[in-house]
């Protein structure tokens, strides 16, 4: 008795690139991962906006009665847009709360194993981060532009404010997320928010101009990358003579000097990015 075999079909190998995601979906991933997080928590987005709006709606119409203007700018307006200064990096800074979160108490070991790279988890982060601080910077506009302030731009006068509101909060967001991995307690990180986000915006020409501080403030106040930032979103909005920027420069061209400032802040932007993502990628090995 003859007994006929057939092979069983063998299962063609699937290739291990068809099981590995590709880096946009699992950016989109890990962005819609991030946001969910974020909405659950809604002081992440709100209380950053408290003080920024307090002195956008209060505070500077108040001043705006006794101050006068300030280079030929009305010193409402001239306060409601260095209250930005005080916005993005508060609300970057919340954002680096959410990361230490994440690593002790969420998914964060889960998605270290994924096979993405770990750059694209501080990316994710990031992307998040700029959402909410574009609603919010939105929103403080908003209610600046309702109380009185007086924004008169064009659209390459807003293409400066919003190249420099990016990167400003690209560079907050690279310190936060440094800090957050550098840092093991909350408690300890909300100790060195004023530090990084507050004390930084009284010497920016948040309220005054750098001019009116001594020199050696000044120049230390030209290395500050909210500086360069500040006097960039009101060349955008409201200062059209670029007298902010001719504090930094003492240059004659505005263009020249918005360049100048733009790349400052973009040299912080990339630096602190690239910092963060190396420092979480030790983190991550401990």
């Given at each position: 008795?003859?007994?006929?075999?057939?092979?069983?079909?063998?299962?063609?190998?699937?290739?291990?690139?068809?099981?590995?995601?590709?880096?946009?979906a699992?950016?989109?991933?890990?962005?819609?991962?991030?946001?969910?997080?974020?909405?659950?928590?809604?002081?992440?987005?709100l209380?950053?906006?408290?003080?920024?709006?307090l002195?956008?709606a209060?505070?500077a119409?108040a001043?705006?009665?006794?101050?006068?203007?300030?280079?030929?700018?009305?010193?409402?307006?001239?306060?409601?847009?260095?209250?930005?200064?005080?916005?993005?990096?508060?609300?970057?800074?919340?954002?680096?709360?959410?990361?230490i979160?994440?690593?002790?108490?969420?998914?964060?070991?889960?998605?270290?194993?994924?096979?993405?790279?770990?750059?694209l988890?501080?990316?994710?982060n990031?992307?998040?981060?700029?959402?909410?601080?574009?609603?919010q910077?939105?929103?403080?506009?908003?209610?600046?532009?309702?109380r009185?302030?007086?924004?008169?731009?064009?659209?390459?006068?807003?293409?400066w404010?919003?190249?420099?509101?990016?990167?400003?909060?690209?560079t907050?967001?690279?310190?936060?997320?440094?800090?957050?991995?550098?840092?093991?307690?909350?408690?300890?990180?909300i100790?060195?928010?004023?530090?990084?986000?507050?004390?930084?915006?009284?010497?920016?020409?948040?309220?005054?101009?750098?001019?009116?501080?001594?020199?050696?403030?000044?120049?230390?106040?030209?290395?500050?990358?909210?500086?360069?930032?500040?006097?960039?979103?009101?060349?955008?909005?409201?200062?059209?003579?670029?007298?902010?920027?001719?504090?930094?420069w003492?240059?004659?061209?505005?263009?020249a000097?918005?360049?100048?400032?733009?790349?400052?802040?973009?040299t912080?932007?990339?630096?602190?990015?690239?910092?963060?993502?190396k420092v979480?990628?030790?983190a991550?090995?401990?």
């Amino acid at each position: 008795m003859t007994t006929i075999t057939t092979p069983l079909p063998v299962a063609a190998a699937r290739p291990a690139s068809a099981t590995k995601p590709s880096r946009a979906a699992a950016f989109a991933t890990l962005v819609r991962r991030r946001m969910l997080l974020s909405a659950r928590t809604p002081r992440e987005i709100l209380v950053p906006l408290l003080t920024p709006v307090l002195f956008a709606a209060v505070i500077a119409p108040a001043l705006a009665k006794t101050a006068h203007a300030v280079k030929g700018i009305d010193y409402q307006s001239y306060v409601a847009l260095g209250t930005v200064g005080l916005l993005l990096p508060i609300s970057c800074m919340f954002a680096g709360i959410g990361v230490i979160i994440d690593r002790q108490q969420g998914a964060q070991r889960d998605l270290l194993s994924a096979p993405v790279p770990r750059s694209l988890l501080v990316v994710g982060n990031l992307a998040v981060a700029l959402l909410i601080c574009g609603l919010q910077l939105g929103a403080l506009i908003a209610v600046a532009a309702l109380r009185g302030s007086d924004f008169r731009t064009t659209l390459t006068g807003t293409g400066w404010f919003a190249m420099a509101a990016v990167l400003l909060a690209v560079t907050m967001y690279g310190a936060a997320e440094t800090l957050a991995n550098r840092i093991e307690k909350q408690e300890e990180y909300i100790g060195a928010v004023p530090a990084i986000a507050i004390v930084p915006w009284f010497f920016a020409g948040s309220l005054f101009p750098i001019s009116s501080l001594p020199s050696p403030l000044a120049a230390f106040a030209k290395v500050l990358p909210l500086t360069h930032a500040l006097a960039l979103m009101r060349y955008g909005l409201v200062d059209h003579r670029a007298s902010g920027l001719r504090e930094i420069w003492g240059w004659h061209n505005p263009s020249a000097m918005a360049a100048a400032s733009l790349a400052v802040v973009a040299t912080y932007a990339v630096v602190f990015t690239l910092v963060s993502v190396k420092v979480f990628a030790r983190a991550a090995v401990r």
